[in-house]
């Protein structure tokens, strides 16, 4: 049983509903699978579904839990900074598709 890091500027949403509700409210939660430790606190990107930067939030709440299913979940609760603009929007995508979400090269 270990924790899995997320990298410091990455909240990646796997559940479009999720993105709604921190969109439309100005909060939201969001639940990954294993024990991942995220950097309460801190402003990150958060990235659609689809890989697209979004917005800016703040991580307000980490929690990892081993929940009634036996499963090792962390839940993710986050308030909305604000969203991005196209051009941050564009420019945020295509870096991070080079950094984290492209092909991974083998050495």
Known sequence: MGF???FNSVC???SEQ???ELLEYGRGKMVKKQFRVFPTGQKVIA???????VAIVR????IAE???QGEEVTQV??????????EESRVQTALAHEM???EQQQA
Request: no cysteine; charged share 30%.
């Open 47 to 53: 990235y659609a579904p689809d890989n697209r930067a």
């Open 100 to 102: 984290f979400f492209g």
């Open 77 to 86: 609760e986050m308030e909305l900074i604000r969203k991005l603009t196209d």
């Open 59 to 62: 991580i307000v709440a980490s």
């Open 12 to 14: 990646k949403f796997k």
């Open 4 to 6: 899995q890091t997320e």
């Open 66 to 68: 081993i929940n009634f």
């Open 18 to 20: 999720e993105l709604y």
